[in-house]
């Protein structure tokens, strides 16, 4: 029987738009704790399976790149199938795709299953967003958006937290099996509350051509960005990649102009606010996940911390991102959006470029202060930008528009983890050399840490015969640590830049006149 969003008001009366809110919320939340709760067990990885970073890196951005084309699958989906059963399905997919983690003998398997999770993420975000605007009034849009953006914020800080204290306690492939029960919970709160979407006529057929496409754009993205220090950026495997993304974005583009194009309604960009609005979300993403990427991987391998140490760093900043929410909610629904967008962007890059000096020395609360300045940040910022970006569009391309919104936000952030990474093994690579090339017997500095350590060790008992080659270990430890050190600093300063750069396009989108809802 259909259930209409008016109808179900009727029946559970004004307790329902908070009923269907927990039940969105619990979903949301789910995926997006499920996508960071995993950065915090990157250095497990790598010493499990023998990889490096940019391997390792891909169980955080195959989430988020698979996340991003099945974005492209949900407006098409739904009408397929339905709301409500698009809800229910999503949420099983994503468990299925969590046991496959769970119990996934290699890398390589454990990143199918996060492609699996993934592709239940794109399906589950804009209906969230737009199960949201369904049920709430016009006027308190921005409160709906502040109560999303909530889900958000809270899932950035549990999800490393909690994915920290799983590793120490028990071990980090448990970090798959944690969100199922939240997603079950969800799934049997979707049953009775998630309302249909209002009938917009036939789903249509598939475009496979344009999905093919966008898939196949976003793998050749990926790939180059993630591939590209190793195995040389004008090499022939990474040029016929970048020639393969080329011609594929274009001929997504085209196939989205035929008739049967139904994935990403153009159009839409055709709203120089909305267009100026997606743009900022990808630059938002772009800077957002690859700090939430950075800080667990930063405290334990620069700073030495535990995993439940290192995955708590964002805790303190996140609940009280989770407390200013409904406030900076409700600031979206009364001041101008680019106002209170280049305020946060100011206070996240600043949170940032704070980190720029901290080394193993800098004290834990320390970090956490900082991180708890740019969640402050992020607070400000996602209400505003996503009210502001749906706003600008009539009604009938609000289904559309949240997808296309969360689609560049994914976009971004998955190029941000990618590049990032890039970023710092260039980084620790450069000062790594530039370390090694001095040590040598000119060096008076090091002679005297040498000489230092060698005491130390024949104090301990060691043999004459290793003291050479331990003192000349430790040396490569301390040249190590400290390339890593200023290599991580480069990457704050690289985020907190390009966060900085996303106020050009706030400043034009202050230049749009706002269109009617």
């Given at each position: 029987m259909p259930r209409s969003s008016t109808a179900l008001f009727e029946q559970y009366g004004p307790i329902y738009r908070w009923l269907v809110t927990i039940a969105g919320l619990a979903a949301f939340f789910t995926m997006v704790f499920s996508s960071t709760m995993v950065n915090v067990a990157i250095p497990d990885v790598m010493g499990a399976f023998g990889v490096g970073q940019d391997k390792a890196q891909y169980l955080s951005t195959a989430f988020i790149a698979t996340t991003v084309t099945s974005l492209l699958l949900n407006n098409w989906f739904i009408a397929k199938v339905g709301q409500r059963p698009a809800f229910s399905l999503s949420l099983l997919l994503f468990c299925f795709g969590s046991v496959i983690c769970g119990f996934g003998p290699t890398l390589d398997t454990i990143i199918l299953g996060r492609v699996i999770q993934g592709f239940a993420a794109g399906i589950i975000q804009p209906m969230v967003m737009v199960v949201l605007f369904q049920v709430f009034p016009a006027e308190k849009r921005g409160m709906a958006m502040a109560l999303f953006s909530m889900g958000v914020v809270i899932a950035l800080g549990l999800g490393p937290a909690i994915g920290g204290v799983t590793i120490d306690t028990l071990s980090w492939r448990y970090i798959f099996f944690v969100p199922i029960p939240a997603a079950l919970l969800s799934l049997l709160l979707g049953a009775f509350f998630i309302p249909d979407r209002p009938q917009a006529g036939p789903a249509g057929p598939f475009d496979f051509l344009g999905y093919a496409f966008m898939c196949a754009a976003v793998f050749c993205l990926m790939t180059v960005i993630g591939n590209g220090q190793r195995d040389g950026w004008a090499?022939?495997?990474?040029?016929t990649l970048t020639v393969i993304l080329i011609v594929s974005f274009i001929g997504f583009v085209l196939s989205q102009r035929r008739p049967q194009g139904n994935l990403l309604d153009l159009s839409l960009f055709r709203n120089a606010r909305f267009a100026t609005a997606v743009s900022i979300s990808f630059l938002f993403g772009f800077g957002s996940f690859a700090t939430v990427y950075i800080f667990p991987v930063f405290g334990q391998i620069v700073q030495g911390y535990t995993a439940t140490e290192a995955g708590s760093l964002l805790l303190p900043?996140?609940?009280?991102?989770?407390?200013?929410?409904?406030?900076?909610?409700r600031l979206a629904d009364i001041f101008p959006a680019h106002t209170i967008i280049i305020a946060g962007l100011v206070i996240f890059a600043a949170s940032t470029l704070m980190m720029a000096d901290s080394d193993v020395d800098t004290v834990y609360w320390s970090i956490a202060f900082y991180l708890f300045i740019g969640r402050v940040g992020v607070a400000l910022i996602s209400p505003s930008l996503n009210s502001a970006a749906l706003a600008a569009l009539p009604a009938e391309q609000i289904n559309r528009g949240a997808g296309a919104v969360n689609l560049c936000l994914m976009l971004g952030g998955s190029c941000g983890i990618n590049t990032l990474v890039v970023v710092l093994e260039r980084r620790v690579?450069?000062?790594?050399?530039?370390?090694?090339?001095?040590?040598?017997?000119?060096?008076?500095?090091?002679?005297?840490?040498?000489?230092?350590?060698r005491g130390l060790l024949n104090a301990g008992g060691v043999p004459d015969a290793l003291l050479d080659s331990l003192a000349l270990d430790y040396l490569?430890?301390?040249?190590?640590?400290?390339?890593?050190?200023?290599?991580?600093?480069?990457?704050?300063i690289a985020m907190g830049f390009i966060s900085l750069c996303s106020i050009v396009p706030v400043l034009l989108l202050r230049r749009k006149g706002r269109q009617p809802s």
């Open positions: 090499s022939n495997e990474i040029l900043g996140s609940i009280a991102a989770a407390f200013i929410l409904p406030i900076t909610g690579e450069f000062h790594s050399s530039a370390f090694t090339s001095t040590q040598t017997s000119a060096n008076n500095a090091t002679l005297e840490m040498l000489d230092s350590v490569g430890e301390v040249v190590n640590a400290q390339a890593n050190t200023l290599g991580f600093q480069d990457g704050f």
